[in-house]
């Protein structure tokens, strides 16, 4: 084998693994963000993700648009989305679909009307 189907090779490596990567998710001190799902415990089909965010002042903000993205821990699963633009009193109800049972996270987004964003990663176990 020469020397340049091995570097092809190494090349499309790279790109694949860094097209599965997954972003970082980390929280914010501007924004809080909590999350609950009902029915509790999460079990495999329809679900609420209950998202309450609140400002660095502890008020509600209730003018955001919240983004959900629900991934397995293992590769090969398609991502669950959600997203939606009202709260009531900076709670946020999205529905959601758990698809399978087993460890999954949970990446919600809040984006406020000036573009600002904030992000919190959780971490859920969904029955079967």
Request: hydrophobic residues 45%; glycine residues 8%.
């Amino acid at each position: 084998m020469t020397a340049k189907p091995v570097w092809l090779w190494f090349v499309l490596l790279v790109l694949l693994a860094a097209g599965c990567r997954q972003s970082d998710v980390t929280p914010t001190a501007s924004l809080q963000i909590e999350l609950r799902v009902e029915p509790t415990p999460p079990t495999v089909g329809d679900a609420v993700l209950v998202v309450t965010l609140t400002g660095a002042d502890g008020q509600p903000v209730s003018d955001a648009t919240i983004s959900a993205r629900g991934d397995m821990s293992h590769a090969g699963m398609a991502p669950v989305l959600a997203d939606l633009d009202i709260g009531d009193n900076g709670v946020y109800r999205l529905p959601f679909r758990w698809t399978m049972g087993g460890d999954w996270f949970v990446d919600i987004t809040a984006t406020l009307p000036d573009g600002t964003t904030a992000a919190r990663r959780f971490d859920l176990t969904v029955a079967s």
